[in-house]
């Protein structure tokens, strides 16, 4: 994944990779400091902390320029605010039932006001796809089944003793994920969708107790 | 009683895994024919992905891309529109028409699939064949990638379209005209039957324009760029 970061210089993919990366790091402080395990947890957030710099000295000038694009460009003219724009209008025609999942592609040409040079196939927001595509209420069920799963390990994060590990990799996975799918939509990957599915599965499985069951 | 719960429990079990596995059977089942779908178009590959961008490709690259996705179910409506588009540029639109029409009932939505209807149409039926084509229009009237194949399919129906779309048609002309990137396909629209007169139509009043664009493609031609 760092390679990954470090090749594509991607804005919101190192925006999402810090977001899941602090949660991760804000928990194992949480977790040492009760164990009053305060150097360790010092030592470990320290080590954190560099691999990041590590990381942004390798691609921060490739980044920074992705920035300077974003910025000189004028951020009412980039792409993605046209695609949202495009997305909320489909939203606002069909705001209980959608247009149906997948229909984006089909439907944006309808809802557009700007030519562009490009094949618009996604919104680049899973969020803004899921409700134009199923409707508010749909899309708002679903994305609290994903919330509520991801809280479960949460709380299996700080109530459980043994393999608690699992749980507090889906809450950073589903951190990460859920960041990215502001500017992105990863969750479209079957691969993505295959592995975050198959860590949220684990964690979910052992953010309970035996007892608990 | 408490001897015989757990036996309950596993006389429960197996079927209540079962069940929990259904969900993913009926994805799995619902997914399948869009899966075989993808591998129909990855093998057709790179027909669909230049059809959609406009990029001419050999002949038999399309004939062999129509075979290819011939094999893609008839439920998806999308790919059976690749298929229709690879057989009528393939030199082939009265076996297109049908394949069109039909996929067209599973996505009426689709404004570049009306467009390709228009094409197999345009020397049996033009007027059907300008009703499909104000269709795209009105669907996707703006679109950068469509535009070209619109105005392409549009001019030689000029009489039979309704005003609104000789109107859209004459804006986008003028907007293709602006554009340097979109320059092979304003070459492409006069070589077409019905082109140069669109073309003339988008700079009425413009007379110095005209005769400006009229120089530089005459200079195109010479080599003189």
């Known amino acids: 994944m760092v390679s990954t ?73 980039t792409t993605r605010l046209v695609l949202w724009g495009a997305a909320m209008r489909m939203i606002h025609d069909a705001p209980l039932l959608g247009l149906g999942l997948g229909s ?14 490009f094949i618009m196939d996604r919104v680049h927001n899973d969020y803004l796809e899921l409700a134009a595509g199923w409707g508010l209420a749909a899309a708002l069920l679903w994305c609290s089944a994903i919330v509520w799963l991801t809280w479960i390990c949460a709380r299996g994060v700080l109530t459980r003793r043994r393999n608690r590990v699992y749980p507090m990799l889906a809450v950073g996975a589903g951190v990460l994920v859920g960041a990215h799918s502001i500017f992105d939509f990863s969750l479209q990957m079957p691969a993505i969708a295959l592995a975050y599915a198959a860590i949220l599965g684990l964690g979910v499985a052992q953010a309970f107790s035996t007892r608990e069951l | 009683m408490d001897a015989q719960a757990p036996a309950m429990n596993d006389r429960w079990l197996w079927p209540l895994r079962l069940a929990l596995l259904l969900p993913a059977i009926a994805v799995l089942f619902a997914a399948l024919p869009r899966f075989i779908s993808g591998l129909a178009l990855e093998a057709a590959f790179p027909a669909p992905a230049y059809m959609q961008m406009n990029v001419p490709l050999p002949k038999n690259y399309y004939g062999d891309a129509a075979q290819i996705l011939s094999h893609a179910p008839s439920s998806d409506g999308d790919t059976q529109l690749w298929r229709a588009e690879a057989l009528l540029r393939n ?31 345009q020397k049996r039926d033009p007027q059907k064949a300008a009703a499909a084509l104000a269709l795209s229009l009105e669907l996707a009237p703006r679109e950068y990638f469509l535009m070209p194949p619109q105005m392409q399919a549009g001019a030689p129906l000029w009489r039979y379209l309704p005003p609104n779309a000789q109107d859209r048609l004459v804006e986008d002309a003028r907007w293709l005209i602006g554009s340097e990137q979109l320059r092979p396909a304003l070459r492409d629209l006069l070589a077409t039957e019905g082109g140069p007169a669109l073309v003339t139509r988008a700079f009425a009043g413009h007379s110095n324009e005209l005769r400006a664009l009229n120089r530089e493609l005459a200079r195109e031609r010479l080599g003189l760029h």
């Open chain 1, 104 to 117: 984006y592609q089909s439907a944006y040409p309808m809802y557009s006001d700007v030519t562009m040079r």
């Open chain 2, 91 to 121: 030199g082939r639109p009265d076996e297109a028409e049908p394949v069109a029409a039909a996929a067209l009932s599973r996505d009426p939505a689709s404004a570049r699939g009306w467009i390709v209807l228009s094409e197999t149409l």
């Open chain 1, 5 to 77: 970061l470090i090749a594509t210089a991607s804005r919101a993919g190192n925006a999402a990779f810090l977001a899941g990366a602090a949660v991760l790091l804000a928990f194992s402080l949480i977790l040492s400091m009760r164990r009053a395990r305060t150097i360790w947890a010092t030592s470990g957030a320290f080590a954190v902390l560099a691999g990041l710099a590590v990381l942004f000295a390798m691609n921060g000038n490739m980044l920074a320029a992705h920035l300077d694009d974003l910025a000189g460009g004028g951020i009412s003219s």
